[in-house]
C-alpha cells in the first residue's frame, strides 16, 4: 500500500463516508483523499477520451487526477475536499456531468 496512517483510526473520533457502498473510516479534518487512500483505493476516476484509471498524483489540488463524484455532482477534488459522514463518493467516470446529468 502506498499510503499508509501511522496509527490507526479510533472508532471514538472516526467518521465514515460511502464509497462506492464502501464505508470509509476518517478522521477528523481528513481529506476524501486521504482516508480513501488509508483504505487501499488508488483508482479515483477514468479519463472520458481512453478510459485509463487515474488517482491522485500531487495531492495539493493542481492536478485533478482526483477527481471523484460527491453526492450526485461530478468534479471534486478529493485531496482538498475535507470528508464528512454520510457523504457518498464515487468514482468519476467520463466527462463531467452538470447538475441536470449532461456531460459538458
Known amino acids: 500500500m502506498p499510503f499508509k496512517r501511522l496509527d490507526p483510526v479510533a472508532r471514538s473520533d472516526a467518521g465514515s463516508f460511502l464509497f462506492e457502498d464502501r464505508p470509509i473510516a476518517f478522521r477528523p479534518g481528513e481529506t476524501l483523499a486521504g482516508a480513501l ?60 456531468r452538470d447538475a441536470a446529468g449532461y456531460a459538458e
Request: charge should be positive.
Open 37 to 96: 487512500l488509508a483504505a487501499g483505493v488508488t483508482h479515483f476516476r477514468e479519463t472520458p477520451v481512453s478510459g485509463s484509471q487515474r488517482g491522485p498524483w500531487c495531492l495539493m489540488g493542481v492536478c485533478f487526477e482526483c477527481l471523484v463524484r460527491v453526492d450526485g455532482r461530478d468534479s471534486h477534488r478529493a485531496c482538498m475536499t475535507t470528508a464528512e459522514a454520510g457523504m457518498i463518493v464515487e468514482r468519476q467516470i467520463g466527462p463531467r
